[in-house]
């Protein structure tokens, strides 16, 4: 059973960077697997924010975050990373680290239950 454990939220001020990251643990990611995060703010559904192939080779990102956010895979570590930058009001809420078995697209597009395995979250609090 794949189980996923975020890390590194916390309260920024707008204009501001952070990392976040997923560790995988208690079972085997193949390299047909697509991770990545989502995030979801209060009172609203879980949205799609970008995504990694376990292999590495491809990225996903939503037109809100390209361009300010980067996701990758830590290869020794097991972990995969979203490094966040110029932060904004609507990025705030919680993170959360899924992994699901298929292609990006299935990922990008997925629903909360449509994703395999979810981590219990990050929360990311704007400070200003």
């Known amino acids: 059973q794949v189980q996923l454990a975020e890390s590194g939220g916390g309260s920024v001020q707008a204009g501001g960077s952070l990392r976040l990251s997923c560790k995988v643990s208690?079972?085997?990611?193949?390299?047909?697997?697509?991770m990545g995060w989502f995030r979801q703010a209060p009172g609203a559904e879980r949205e799609f924010v970008a995504a990694i192939t376990w292999s590495g080779i491809s990225t996903l990102y939503s037109s809100s975050v390209e361009g300010r956010f980067t996701v990758s895979r830590g290869y020794a570590t097991n972990e995969i990373y979203l490094d966040m930058n110029d932060l904004k009001a609507e990025d705030m809420g919680v993170y959360y680290c899924?992994?699901?078995?298929?292609?990006?697209?299935?990922?990008?597009?997925?629903?909360?239950?449509?994703?395999?395995?979810w981590g219990k979250g990050t929360l990311v609090t704007d400070s200003s």
């Open positions: 208690g079972g085997r990611v193949y390299s047909s697997y697509t």
């Open positions: 899924g992994a699901n078995r298929g292609v990006i697209q299935e990922f990008a597009s997925g629903t909360e239950d449509d994703i395999d395995y």
